[in-house]
């Protein structure tokens, strides 16, 4: 079981000046940067970290690779750290999948880590043209795999409850719904809120109000969109819920990376009757620009 | 009666009807030509194929057990008893998510098999319970404890139920007990079942109890099949070649899905040898909007709207040996003049005869005979032909124009084909003018067939936009609602195009693709519809330099999906011109979009793309693709000066 505690957080012009706040041995980094913040975030971990090691998730091998080394997703990842090192995760730079068998990881080998996460200034999602009617997909490419469930976390729909963490990007909740591969009975919504910035939960309302109108979402949660502890209490709530109702619990991590964060912590401490559901879209280049704050989570394990 | 809360629930059209036990009884409008695919008939191994929203499932269901056989029905004739339909769609994200990557391929087809017999298993539980209420008599043999059926049912649950109607608990038990079984993987102590051999041990143990059943025939459909693994294809495949008379395969994908016809073997399929192919759209295109009608209507009856003059009559619908009485013309002319006299259809003329008494037409006939040194004839000559005088102001710059020509008459056919597209352009250029030409029933069907799904959100959203309207008056009766006004139709059908447009995105795999298509190629040719140079009627379709022999799979898989999802539809008619002839295939977007870019919904002209070029529409960044309008606009001669003269003059006239 693995648990936040210990919330750093910084503007990151403040972090520059103050060069370190922390030293470590190893930082799990997600391949290339591809805006203002994963480039800060790269040359922070330069800084403060001994080794940097690039991680991905493959799907269709169901492998997670750490500096090219393919290490399968099975019972017991096949996966050795020394106890005693200073573990860093960008979660910045990594999507949902990797955080979550990295936190499989250190949860197996109950090892501590601290996840650091930046937020952008402003997201690049404004239409080039008023005719332009594809806004909010500027964030991200597709895909390619449609909505999966991810291995270790796969348990039939009939009956469930998915609750979808809500984003920016609208389209992809409606694409979970429009694949027609999920039988899910019942939707429910969590939006961020309060948003990064003021203004920005009505910029996710907004672009998703058509789809929670298509997928017929009755419930709607909310929680802070940097806050990975609160949005961890909504999720727990809900999987009480739902166990009391004795129906399987469906979670896609679609918004914001603290919350993504939330469901990966939630999903290693509660992995039966749990399923998640991932898109695996790709990130734009130059999709935000900027850097603002910066959230730095100690993690333990019990 | 309410109005505005029988519209509101109306608005549950998007979401797919879906009920517990498979049955659409009473929710069933039986298409006309029903007859020629009659599902239970198929001597073969079926695969049948529908586009999106032509209701595969639906007809599946119609078929199925949980409706021939439904409890609310009073009398079942034994013939029912000839073929049983078990419906069976697999929970896709599961199935997909037994990666063998992950698993291992016999762990991955162990879960499989084992998920695949229990939702059968549930599947016949349900069948037999059907069968019985129907027919206590001949199925009394069930209850007895030394019964085939029973001790079947005993060895497959491997002891765990011993009589029929504990089976669904126990697929319920099972289901749950699987959703244990993969995190951490543990297979110890799992049933071990292989759907094909269970299914076939339990239906022949029931038909040894049951003599009733001795003659009938047994189909499985398999539904949403294209979204199975490979591997889990293959299976299913292999079931499907060794079908036999008792038990047979089937399967269901939607119309341009490419599963595979692999078997486990190494004999694939073969059509015709091991299964038929059969296109639901065929049937439903057939009288689409008569068909259409009938959902429209009854999908009001059932949010509680009455009928006084015409009966609508679910059962009557439903039923397939009305079919003869439904075809007759009295109903036929009733039921389509219902919908008609909602959604009145203007004549194209006729939008150019309230243009022709605007200032506007006027003065554009004015200007063209000073440009072209014409002034000796007077523009209320012109103007007493509207569709003449509109056609006129819409080709004038085309190098063959002769007025004389349209003056003598001689040019008829040049007014039809080129007054809808002349419209349309004096629309793109000039927002200001009040020409609604996406209204009316028959632009409705001609935009939205196949798909009764679209078809019904222009109806709900017109009547929505017409809601303000009529709120206020005492309407009792469906023949009451006054007819929704063009204006209205019109708007609520642009909203409902650019809704539909926005939800291309979230078409997986490639959402982001082909929304970038729809909006390019859209973008392209309302660019078209906007020149000035009208030489060809409206350009809506496309083709590409491509000769489609699998040189580029990701273009090929993109534009399967394309279809697949109905974005693009394709025709082998040929009317662009290629000058090699490599392009063998012609591409238009859904005609429910054209509203969206105010173009054409009707297909006349078009352009070939270079097959890089078309590649920058689907993957080309914000720059690449003003690079390529900038090259059509000057193709289309589209002079954005002139066009701008012309808004500030219409704004000067305004003030």
């Given amino acids: 079981m693995i648990r936040i505690h ?40 330069n800084k403060v970290s001994s080794h940097k090691h690039i991680v991905h998730f493959d799907y269709p091998t169901a492998t997670l690779s750490i500096d090219g080394i393919d290490i399968p997703i099975s019972n ?77 976390y796969v348990i039939p729909s009939r009956k ?106 939630f999903a290693v401490n509660n992995p039966t009757n749990l399923s998640l559901v991932y898109d695996f879209v790709q990130k734009k280049l130059g999709r935000s620009t900027g850097t603002d704050t910066a959230h730095l989570w100690s993690f333990r394990c019990k | 009666m309410n109005i505005t809360r029988l519209l509101n629930s109306l608005s549950a059209a998007r979401m ?88 291992g391929e016999e762990t991955a087809f162990k879960f499989f098999k084992l998920h695949s017999s229990i939702e059968l298993i549930d599947e016949f539980a349900k069948m037999v319970a059907n069968i019985r209420h129907h027919f206590p008599d001949h199925t009394s043999n069930i209850k007895n404890k030394d019964s085939y059926i029973s001790k079947a049912i005993f060895k497959v649950t491997n002891g765990k139920v011993k009589k029929l109607e504990d089976l669904e608990s126990w697929a319920d038990d099972q289901r749950f007990d699987i959703s244990t079984r993969l995190n951490p993987i543990n297979t110890e102590g799992m049933l071990s079942l292989d759907p094909k051999a269970t299914i076939q041990y339990i239906i022949n143990s029931l038909v040894r109890d049951c003599s009733i059943l001795e003659r009938t025939h047994f189909k499985i459909y398999v539904d949403e099949f294209e979204l199975l693994t490979k591997n889990q294809q293959r299976l299913i495949n292999s079931y499907r070649k060794e079908s036999k008379a008792k038990i047979g395969w089937n399967v269901a994908y939607k119309l341009y899905a490419k599963p595979t016809l692999e078997t486990l073997s190494d004999q694939p399929l073969q059509e015709p040898d091991d299964y038929r192919t059969a296109v639901l759209d065929d049937l439903i295109k057939n009288d689409f909007a008569l068909y259409a009608s009938e959902i429209f209507l009854l999908s009001m009856k059932t949010a509680g709207f009455e009928f006084e003059d015409i009966d609508i009559d679910p059962f009557l619908m439903g039923d397939r040996s009305k079919i003869d009485f439904r075809c007759e013309q009295n109903y036929r002319n009733r039921l389509l003049n219902a919908t008609k006299r909602l959604f009145p259809t203007k004549k194209i003329s006729d939008f150019s005869k309230d243009l022709s008494t605007t200032a506007w037409l006027r003065k554009k006939i004015d200007s063209i005979l000073k440009e072209i040194g014409r002034t000796e004839i007077s523009t209320d000559k012109i103007l007493s032909n509207p569709s003449m005088a509109v056609v006129i102001a819409g080709t004038y710059h085309q190098k063959s124009f002769n007025l004389d020509h349209f003056i003598d008459g001689k040019l008829k056919e040049k007014i039809s084909t080129f007054e809808l597209s002349s419209l349309l352009t004096f629309r793109n250029q000039n927002s200001q003018l009040n020409i609604p030409i996406y209204s009316g029933f028959d632009r409705f069907i001609t935009m939205t067939t196949p798909n009764v799904r679209h078809f019904k959100e222009l109806c709900f959203a017109s009547l929505k936009q017409h809601d ?141 793309f270079e097959l890089d070029e078309f590649k920058l529409l689907i993957n080309g960044s914000y720059d690449d693709f003003e690079a390529i309008k900038a090259k059509y606009r000057k193709i289309w001669k589209y002079d954005i000066e002139e066009f701008e003269k012309t808004q500030i003059k219409h704004q000067d006239r305004l003030l």
């Fill in chain 2, 16 to 103: 797919k009807y879906e009920s517990l036990d498979n049955s659409v009884l009473n929710r069933f409008v039986v298409p006309f030509k029903i007859d020629e695919l009659d599902l239970r008939n198929q001597k073969l191994s079926t695969a049948l194929v529908g586009s999106r929203g032509s209701g595969k499932s639906t007809y599946i269901k119609y078929f199925s057990h949980s409706t021939r056989l439904h409890k609310n029905i009073t009398h079942i004739d034994k013939s029912e008893l000839d073929c049983l339909i078990m419906y069976w769609k697999p929970d896709i994200a599961y199935c997909q998510g037994l990666n063998e990557q992950w698993l």
């Fill in chain 1, 76 to 152: 017991q990842i096949d996966f050795q750290l020394k106890s005693n090192l200073r573990i860093l995760v960008d979660s910045t730079s990594l999507a949902f999948p990797e955080i979550l068998y990295l936190f499989t990881i250190f949860d197996q080998l109950k090892i501590s880590f601290d996840v650091l996460y930046v937020q952008p200034e402003n997201y690049d999602d404004k239409p080039r043209s008023e005719d332009e009617d594809f806004s909010s997909t500027r964030l991200s490419e597709d895909g390619m795999l449609g909505p999966k469930l991810l291995p270790r």
């Fill in chain 1, 160 to 265: 469930a409850h998915l609750l979808a963490l809500l984003g920016f990007e609208g389209h992809r909740l409606a694409s979970l719904y429009e694949s027609e591969v999920l039988n899910v009975s019942s939707y429910g919504g969590l939006i961020g809120i309060p948003g990064f910035k003021p203004g920005w939960e009505n910029k996710t309302i907004y672009n998703n109000m058509q789809q929670i109108n298509t997928v017929g979402i009755k419930d709607i949660d909310i929680s802070g969109a940097n806050d990975p502890i609160y949005t961890y209490t909504v999720i727990e709530n809900k999987y009480n819920a739902s166990k009391y109702e004795k129906i399987p619990l469906f979670l896609a991590p679609l918004g914001t990376k603290p919350t993504s964060i939330a469901v990966a912590n």
């Fill in chain 1, 6 to 45: 210990d919330w750093k957080l910084s503007r990151c012009s403040a972090i520059s000046e103050r060069e370190i706040i922390q030293e470590y041995d190893i930082a799990y980094v997600g391949p290339g940067a591809i805006d203002d913040r994963t480039n800060w975030t790269s040359d922070y971990l």
């Fill in chain 2, 468 to 608: 303000e309207a009529i709120r206020a008056k005492e309407i009792t009766c469906f023949e009451e609602i006054p007819p929704v006004p063009i204006e209205y139709m019109d708007a609520a059908t642009i909203t409902t195009s650019k809704l539909l447009v926005s939800e291309v995105v979230s078409y997986p795999p490639y959402g982001n693709k082909l929304s970038a298509l729809v909006n390019r190629i859209g973008e392209l040719f309302k660019i078209s519809q906007k020149s000035h140079y009208q030489t060809e009627p409206e350009r809506v379709i496309f083709s590409i330099k491509y000769d489609y022999a699998n040189s580029d799979e990701e273009l090929e898989s993109i534009l399967s999906a394309a279809e697949c999802w109905r974005v693009l539809v394709s025709d082998d008619s040929k009317r662009l011109k290629s000058e090699n002839q490599l392009t063998t295939k012609e591409y238009t977007l859904n005609p429910i979009y054209s509203p969206r870019y105010c173009i054409s919904y009707r297909k006349k002209r078009g352009i070939i």
